[in-house]
């Protein structure tokens, strides 16, 4: 069994012959064809490119069509910094700078870069019928960040009507992008990583729960992506109700195996990126991938990168990780191999 | 209930030491909120709080720093190093810097090396911090560092951000690493408080 049909059985907690890989390939995606993030993130015929060959490169079971979260804040307004190496990043908040909520317009499919999306959608779908698709949208409160700043943060305090009228309306765009027909839509809210569980239950919560159970009304599956560390949030995520949740490297796996499990929920991570995929040699991420096969088990997880490629991660060390999760053999030689990482002082 | 403004207010009108509302008042809260903070016990949210109830408390203080009736530790220039936007991180080290007690001059982000040699020049004492949060800016850590420490060899370097880690921060010559806000405030209060 292979890609969207080898995800589906893992999204729904059955026993797989071996974990679905998906690769978040994003800016890496230029690499792979020579060009810098700036120009491969503005072009549906680059990114169709770069990921066709990332397929051909890492067979992935499931990839995102676009690994890009500032989609979302460009439409609406927010300046962003190009860069050669990286994702732009957002350079001006308009509600910091006197924008009104209500002057904000939910997105239409000619907005900004969905053209782009819907493009590269659909011709990935028509060369890759059998691989599942992810569509990344912005999470509520990460998108409220880019709108907002940093005072985000204070106004939870001192004017929470003000961050919960945000709120519904970053969860109403972000439902706007499950038009893009993907198999697999993940809200991607690293920022929510930086607040406590209750925060997140009364800013988090109300607002990421309904798309999930939109998704599921469309018959579509959903998973729950966040950056960074958010331990502390695992539960709550879950207790948000998607099909799955995947996670950064600094949360333990088989602490978050062990709640997802319990409410039933599948999960996937969390291939360490800079100090493995990326600075790492081949057999630092064998033996980095072998970690999390054993960890993860068969039954509900997807293997998966921590967060979102970094551009310059070596080939070779993708395809090594690629190899063992298709090949018990080298899994089980890669088991037995004694092992200093090459990153050791 | 009164917060940090209002009781800094009072106490200044009721006669107390400026010094001691800093260091017995301001200080002690910023450093519990820092410790808990690392501990996983509190998150961003509450720390800005923190810093921006001590942050209004110090406007009514600032005179005092002026006219050197209290004193601040020592000063502390920061900034995300050059090609990177990315400031919360930053600005959460700032304010706990400055709540305990430090004067901060903070560069903002995407700073050079030449930006932060001229604040030295300004404030020749200050211990400077960087930060970086992507892969492809934390090299430019080691370029700003070796140049600061060409120009004022003596000058003290702290380094942190998601991708960066002691063996990196040995590797760049940089005198400190730390993984949270209060591991920068206990290596500053080591070094020169």
Same mark, same amino acid.
């Given at each position: 069994?292979?890609?969207?049909?080898?995800?589906?059985?893992?999204?729904?907690?059955?026993?797989?012959?071996?974990?679905?890989?998906?690769?978040?390939?994003?800016?890496?995606?230029?690499?792979?064809?020579?060009?810098?993030?700036?120009?491969?993130?503005?072009?549906?015929?680059?990114?169709?490119?770069?990921?066709?060959?990332?397929?051909?490169?890492?067979?992935?079971?499931?990839?995102?069509?676009?690994?890009?979260?500032?989609?979302?804040?460009?439409?609406?307004?927010?300046?962003?910094?190009?860069?050669?190496?990286?994702?732009?990043?957002?350079?001006?908040?308009?509600?910091?700078?006197?924008?009104?909520?209500?002057?904000?317009?939910?997105?239409?499919?000619?907005?900004?870069?969905?053209?782009?999306?819907?493009?590269?959608?659909?011709?990935?779908?028509?060369?890759?019928?059998?691989?599942?698709?992810?569509?990344?949208?912005?999470?509520?409160?990460?998108?409220?960040?880019?709108?907002?700043?940093?005072?985000?943060?204070?106004?939870?305090?001192?004017?929470?009507?003000?961050?919960?009228?945000?709120?519904?309306?970053?969860?109403?765009?972000?439902?706007?992008?499950?038009?893009?027909?993907?198999?697999? +839509?993940?809200?991607?809210?690293?920022?929510?990583?930086? +607040?406590?569980?209750?925060?997140?239950?009364?800013?988090?919560?109300?607002?990421?729960?309904?798309?999930?159970?939109?998704?599921?009304?469309?018959?579509?599956?959903?998973?729950?992506?966040?950056?960074?560390?958010?331990?502390?949030?695992?539960?709550?995520?879950?207790?948000?109700?998607?099909?799955?949740?995947?996670?950064?490297?600094?949360?333990?796996?088989?602490?978050?195996?062990?709640?997802?499990?319990?409410?039933?929920?599948?999960?996937?991570? #969390?291939?360490?990126?800079?100090?493995?995929?990326?600075?790492? #040699?081949?057999?630092?991420?064998?033996?980095?991938?072998?970690?999390?096969?054993?960890?993860?088990?068969?039954?509900?997880?997807?293997?998966?990168?921590?967060?979102?490629?970094?551009?310059?991660?070596?080939?070779?060390?993708?395809?090594?990780?690629?190899?063992?999760?298709?090949?018990?053999?080298?899994?089980?030689?890669?088991?037995?191999?004694?092992?200093?990482?090459?990153?050791?002082? | 209930?009164?917060?940090?403004?209002?009781?800094?207010?009072?106490?200044?009108?009721?006669?107390?030491?400026?010094?001691?509302?800093?260091?017995?008042?301001?200080?002690?809260?910023?450093?519990?909120?820092?410790?808990?903070?690392?501990?996983?016990?509190?998150?961003? !949210?509450?720390? $800005?709080?923190?810093?921006?109830?001590?942050?209004?408390?110090?406007?009514? $203080?600032? !005179?005092?720093?002026?006219? /050197?009736?209290?004193?601040?530790?020592?000063?502390?220039?920061?900034?995300?190093?050059?090609?990177?936007?990315?400031?919360? /991180?930053?600005?959460?080290?700032?304010?706990?810097?400055?709540?305990?007690?430090?004067?901060?001059?903070?560069?903002?982000?995407?700073?050079?090396?030449?930006?932060?040699?001229?604040?030295?020049?300004?404030? !020749?004492?200050?211990?400077?911090?960087?930060?970086?949060?992507?892969?492809?800016?934390?090299?430019?850590?080691?370029?700003?560092?070796?140049?600061?420490?060409?120009? $004022?060899?003596?000058?003290?370097?702290?380094?942190?951000?998601? !991708?960066?880690?002691?063996?990196?921060?040995?590797?760049?010559?940089?005198?400190?690493?730390?993984?949270?806000?209060?591991?920068?405030?206990?290596? $500053?209060?080591?070094?020169?408080?």
């Amino acid at each position: 069994m292979f890609g969207l049909k080898l995800i589906e059985e893992a999204l729904k907690l059955k026993e797989v012959s071996r974990a679905p890989w998906v690769p978040f390939v994003g800016v890496h995606g230029g690499k792979l064809i020579g060009l810098d993030a700036t120009e491969f993130l503005q072009s549906s015929k680059h990114i169709i490119h770069g990921i066709t060959k990332a397929i051909q490169l890492y067979k992935p079971d499931g990839i995102p069509v676009m690994f890009d979260l500032q989609v979302e804040a460009e439409i609406l307004g927010c300046n962003l910094a190009w860069s050669k190496d990286n994702p732009p990043a957002v350079i001006s908040h308009p509600l910091a700078q006197g924008v009104d909520i209500i002057s904000l317009n939910l997105p239409s499919i000619t907005d900004g870069r969905i053209p782009i999306i819907l493009e590269v959608t659909r011709e990935l779908r028509k060369n890759n019928p059998d691989i599942a698709l992810y569509g990344c949208i912005t999470g509520p409160f990460t998108l409220a960040l880019h709108l907002l700043g940093t005072d985000i943060f204070t106004k939870m305090f001192e004017d929470p009507e003000y961050i919960a009228e945000l709120m519904q309306f970053c969860s109403e765009f972000g439902v706007k992008f499950l038009e893009a027909g993907c198999d697999v +839509i993940a809200v991607v809210d690293p920022m929510t990583s930086q +607040i406590d569980p209750d925060s997140f239950e009364a800013f988090g919560s109300p607002y990421v729960k309904p798309i999930f159970d939109f998704v599921r009304l469309r018959k579509k599956y959903s998973s729950f992506f966040v950056c960074g560390h958010a331990q502390q949030n695992i539960e709550v995520m879950c207790d948000c109700m998607p099909d799955n949740i995947s996670i950064d490297e600094n949360i333990p796996l088989d602490y978050v195996k062990d709640i997802a499990l319990a409410k039933r929920i599948s999960f996937g991570g #969390n291939l360490k990126l800079s100090s493995v995929l990326l600075l790492g #040699n081949e057999l630092d991420s064998r033996k980095e991938a072998l970690f999390c096969l054993d960890l993860g088990g068969k039954k509900g997880f997807i293997i998966a990168p921590g967060c979102g490629l970094p551009m310059d991660t070596p080939i070779a060390n993708l395809q090594a990780v690629t190899e063992l999760i298709y090949d018990e053999y080298i899994q089980q030689t890669t088991r037995e191999m004694e092992h200093t990482s090459s990153l050791e002082p | 209930m009164d917060g940090a403004d209002e009781i800094t207010i009072e106490l200044i009108k009721n006669g107390t030491e400026s010094q001691d509302i800093l260091t017995l008042g301001l200080m002690p809260g910023m450093e519990r909120i820092g410790i808990k903070f690392r501990e996983n016990k509190v998150f961003v !949210p509450q720390v $800005l709080m923190s810093a921006k109830a001590v942050s209004t408390a110090m406007i009514h $203080l600032k !005179p005092y720093f002026a006219s /050197g009736a209290a004193k601040q530790k020592g000063t502390f220039i920061i900034g995300t190093v050059l090609g990177d936007l990315h400031d919360i /991180g930053k600005n959460l080290v700032a304010m706990m810097v400055e709540g305990n007690g430090y004067k901060v001059i903070d560069l903002g982000t995407d700073v050079s090396s030449d930006k932060f040699i001229a604040a030295l020049k300004e404030n !020749p004492d200050a211990t400077i911090g960087l930060s970086a949060l992507l892969t492809t800016t934390m090299v430019n850590m080691e370029s700003i560092t070796k140049e600061i420490k060409t120009v $004022l060899p003596g000058t003290l370097v702290t380094v942190g951000g998601a !991708p960066i880690n002691s063996e990196f921060c040995n590797k760049i010559g940089s005198d400190n690493y730390s993984p949270d806000p209060q591991g920068v405030v206990e290596f $500053l209060n080591k070094k020169i408080a």
